[in-house]
């Protein structure tokens, strides 16, 4: 065990290259991964399930090919956590929900094979808000996730289980979903790195939709390299998924000294914590010492992303979740149903949890006949005019900044209570997905202080763009 | 007078549902578009089970067969083809929401307008559109009394193209005539084979003397799209219909509709844009390529029909309702061009009167092209007399055998010169020294005719066999 407890899981890179020579075997690497899991999770709760069979029959049968010599993947041997909203075979996926308790995939979701095709190790499936609805992992129907920095708070959301696996060192990598900040919140609260990548950078195919029109499969890990590791991995085109883009760029332009920063004056507007701001401006410092521009701009749509968002998302959930019938798969209620209405109803109130039965009642009202104009149609007006101003932007900007969260990680139980005062948080993260742009959260605070991360945004498909600026910002902060 | 009013006053707009039955794939996945007689759920994967994270992929060959149909109507093709959500919750529909789409709310369907010329009348299409099939409901006999429903996906997710009528047609009788005429279109694109079970299926609505309008599902052939629509004609003449919009399922085993819902306003779907499918521009490149492919259409058929063979309009009508009939016509005025007039009416009357008689498609007709043209030439030559032609015919339309046998059998004479100068040939070699004597001797000429009417049965034309055989002395003794 205390052999076990050397292996630094905060480094894939490190990882998988000692993997590939020999110095660590795949076993060896799964295994310390497992036994910090049930060393830590009792308290943090980043995990719905382990799978420590599956998990070490993969690893032997690596060890076995890297005996063999034969060709292995960029992330050999890695043990990595998926959020429990994408699928995968034979292993029970249940996007946080009493709905899907039992429900096993049998299919992998294209990310999750190309995971398996570079050689990492699915360890375990995190924890999420119910069905990737929240900001906070509280409204999983597993119990919330802790903050590994601080266990009496959140560790945002809703990929907050895989934000808090990675921050414990439990996995150097995870898989989120990001459809208005839920990998680059949690990044910021627990302290890591995360990205979502362009809309249609990643396949969704596999992903379980909460939002089709805003969500992106994104990568968290300790740090931006191997953020970076993990979005090569999965991202380009797949056939399987008819909004993944067929021609990705392959590489943007890199940043040369000089470029141009936006910062808008909106990102720092009213519920910003002081902390924050101190923190975010330190890493803006950081790029300014490295020779880029920063200049305040205005982002006056800001203001209406936040309902426009919201009344997108929940539109399509209420249509994404409609499959959710205790039919096919998952809850199954015992017979003694006459009628499919009170069945498939009876099944509904009991499988969803109340954030998830507020966004599909919510939703459902949206479409309606009479206030689908009023509702719908406006937010996507709303979703264009931002998308411009946006884009208008970023063609006079090399990137735009600001903070991630306005707030620091507060306790758990604080805002559960009032869905308006947690939906303000995601004002700053939303607008990236109702544009499609990439936008990364790196963390900028120092020891001692609670995490807060700094949201990068690029233009399209210029992900290794915000990985180059993130770096800086990470080694800045270092010095 | 008075029934003739009443029926002025009935309004029937049809929606019809037509599989796209020459795919290889489903509409939005790779199973086969091929869901007959196979195990119940067995041709089914992640995307047409719905399964939570699948997405859907769009088959661009169906594309191109829906707009095959859309230009055949006549219809305009939208420039950007969308699809949309149609939400509502029914255990057939794996995800609740159906792949469709739409034409209001922006958006945008493969096509709209367009139309069918029926004899006296023209039917308005109003669009024409894309869409998935869901899964089938199961019941044991009849939907009212059926103690469980069983689904099996095999079906879902296959492409359907919907045709959407405006409410133009006032007779029963009308319906069924335009969904025989569309039957017809579909046939000569090759898009759908329309006799397979539930291939084409329609809900219609009706309305009689401006009352409220009854939407009736699950009419699942021609015969009952008539009878479907009597029924409800009367009932609704009689008990009027109900207040705000009514659906009623047409239950085939007891001929009858039933009442599955009343609603107060019309339902409503929440249509919305599918986020999982990018609009599909429709490029004018690809609708010339399917323009240029079209086939020749019933309509342009029929006029060829009645000039190059010189049918009547009626009878070309007849034989361009169904492609098998007219392609049967025309495969056998090709083995036999003497007669295409008498071919014509015996197909209309004999051969379409057979397959009515057993309740059969022309498509499943056994009586081959070549066996009929035979006949005909048979008949035309006199060898046989119309009424064993019709016989043999009928023979065959059951069993599909050969009748070059049987016309030779059937024949009173035979004054096919080359069946005849087989007989002499034999009759010939086998006869060295009568021959010789025939050179010289009348006496030995009439052995000779006698031996050949012997060897036909009996049926050899005499005066023709005596002329062949004189014939052929003339070239012996020279």
């Not at chain 1, 090919?65 to 995968?88: F, H, M, N, W, Y």
């Not at chain 1, 990364?440 to 498909?461: C, D, K, M």
Request: neutral net charge; charged residues 25%.
């Amino acid at each position: 065990m205390s052999s076990l407890a050397k292996i630094d899981l905060k480094n894939a890179r490190r990882l998988t290259e000692m993997v590939k020579a020999g110095e660590l075997s795949a076993v060896e690497a799964v295994e310390a991964s497992l036994s910090r899991i049930r060393e830590l999770d009792d308290k943090i709760n980043a995990f719905i399930t382990i799978c420590p069979e599956q998990a070490l029959t993969a690893a032997e049968e690596l060890d076995l090919r890297l005996k063999k010599g034969e060709q292995v993947g960029s992330l050999c041997g890695v043990p990595v956590a998926v959020k429990d909203v994408i699928s995968t075979a034979g292993i029970e996926t249940t996007c946080g929900s009493k709905m899907l308790k039992g429900y096993i995939p049998p299919y992998d979701a294209t990310v999750v094979a190309k995971l398996k095709e570079a050689g990492a190790i699915i360890v375990g499936k995190t924890n999420t808000d119910e069905f990737a609805m929240g900001s906070t992992t509280e409204f999983s129907a597993f119990g919330p996730t802790k903050n590994p920095c601080d266990l009496s708070r959140v560790a945002g959301g809703s990929s907050g289980g895989s934000g808090a696996a990675v921050a414990a060192g439990m996995v150097p990598l995870a898989l989120g979903s990001d459809t208005g900040g839920s990998v680059r919140c949690p990044a910021a609260f627990c302290g890591v790195v995360g990205l979502k990548p362009t809309y249609g950078a990643v396949s969704r195919y596999g992903l379980i939709s909460y939002a089709n029109s805003l969500e992106q499969i994104g990568p968290l890990a300790s740090n931006v390299d191997d953020c970076a590791l993990l979005y090569r991995c999965i991202s380009g085109w797949d056939p399987m998924d008819s909004t993944s883009y067929r021609d990705q760029p392959k590489e943007a332009a890199p940043l040369r000294e000089g470029a141009k920063i936006a910062v808008p004056k909106e990102f720092f507007g009213e519920g910003v914590e002081e902390a924050v701001s101190k923190c975010v401006w330190r890493g803006l410092d950081a790029l300014r010492d490295s020779g880029f521009v920063i200049e305040e701009v205005s982002l006056r749509s800001l203001n209406y992303a936040l309902p426009a968002y919201y009344i997108v998302a929940m539109a399509e959930a209420s249509s994404n979740l409609a499959r959710f019938d205790g039919i096919r798969y998952g809850l199954h209620l015992k017979s003694g149903f006459r009628d499919w209405n009170t069945y498939f109803s009876r099944c509904r109130a009991e499988g969803f949890g109340p954030e998830v039965k507020r966004r599909i009642l919510l939703g459902t009202f949206i479409l309606s006949a009479g206030y689908y104009g009023v509702y719908y149609l406006k937010a996507q007006k709303i979703r264009s005019i931002i998308k411009s101003e946006f884009q208008q932007i970023l063609s006079q900007y090399d990137l735009i900044a600001g903070p991630t969260m306005p707030t620091t990680p507060f306790k758990i139980g604080e805002r559960v209570e009032d869905p308006l005062l947690m939906y303000l948080i995601d004002v700053n993260t939303v607008p990236p997905n109702l544009t499609g742009h990439p936008a990364i959260s790196v963390p900028v605070h120092r020891e001692g202080e609670l995490p807060v991360g700094l949201q990068l945004i690029a233009p399209y498909f210029c992900e290794e763009r915000l990985f180059q600026a993130a770096k800086i910002v990470e080694e800045g902060l270092r010095r | 007078m008075l029934k003739e009013q009443e029926e002025l006053d009935v309004k029937i707009g049809l929606e019809v549902h037509c599989h796209l039955t020459n795919l290889k794939t489903k509409l939005f996945c790779r199973c086969s578009a091929d869901y007959y007689n196979k195990e119940p759920n067995t041709n089914i994967c992640p995307v047409c089970m719905g399964l939570p994270g699948s997405l859907p992929v769009l088959n661009e060959e169906a594309v191109k067969q829906a707009l095959a149909i859309a230009l055949a109507l006549g219809a305009k093709i939208s420039e950007k083809m969308i699809f949309y959500r149609k939400n509502y919750f029914y255990p057939d529909l794996p995800k609740n929401f159906q792949i469709s789409q739409y034409d209001k709310a922006g958006g945008q369907p493969l096509a709209v307008g367009g139309q069918i010329r029926l004899q006296d009348k023209v039917v308005r299409i109003r669009r024409i559109q894309l869409e998935e099939d869901p899964a089938k409901i199961i019941y044991e006999g009849s939907i009212s009394t059926s103690p469980y429903a069983l689904i099996d996906y095999n079906r879902s997710g296959v492409a359907l193209v919907e045709i959407v009528t405006e409410p133009d047609l006032t007779t029963p009788k009308q319906a069924r005539l335009f969904l025989q005429k569309l039957r017809a279109i579909l046939e000569h694109l090759g898009v759908c084979n329309c006799n397979l079970e539930g291939a084409l299926r329609c809900d219609a609505n009706i309305s009689v003397r401006g009352g409220y309008r009854v939407e009736v599902k699950n009419i699942g052939s021609f015969k009952d799209v008539e009878k479907a629509l009597s029924f409800e004609i009367t009932r609704q003449k009689m008990l009027g219909a109900k207040k705000g919009m009514e659906t009623r399922h047409w239950d085939d085993v007891r001929g009858v509709t039933v009442s599955l819902r009343v609603k107060e306003e019309e339902m409503d779907y929440r249509y919305f844009p599918e986020a999982d499918l990018p609009p599909y521009i429709i490029t004018k490149e690809l609708i010339e390529e399917v323009q240029a492919s079209l086939p020749e259409l019933p309509d342009a058929r029929r006029e060829r029909l009645m000039r190059q063979y010189n049918l009547p309009p009626q009878t070309a009508d007849i034989l361009t309702s169904h492609k098998a009939l007219a392609d049967f016509f025309e495969a056998s005025v090709k083995e036999y061009p003497g007669s295409p007039l008498k071919m014509a009416n015996w197909i209309v009357s004999d051969i379409l009167g057979y397959l009515n008689r057993y309740d059969l498609d022309p498509s499943s007709l056994k009586l081959k092209p070549k066996d009929f043209a035979a006949v005909v030439k048979a008949v035309e030559e006199g060898l046989i007399n119309e009424q064993t032609g019709k016989m043999l015919i009928l023979k065959a339309a059951a069993t599909g055998e050969s009748l070059e046998e049987r016309i030779f059998t059937a024949a009173s004479k035979i004054k096919d010169e080359s069946i005849i100068s087989r007989f002499v040939d034999k009759v010939f070699k086998e006869n060295e020294k009568a021959v010789k004597d025939a050179l010289t001797n009348e006496k030995a000429v009439n052995y000779l005719i006698g031996l050949v009417m012997k060897a036909s049965g009996g049926k050899a034309d005499p005066h023709l066999t005596r002329s062949i055989i004189l014939s052929r002395l003339k070239k012996v003794g020279s």
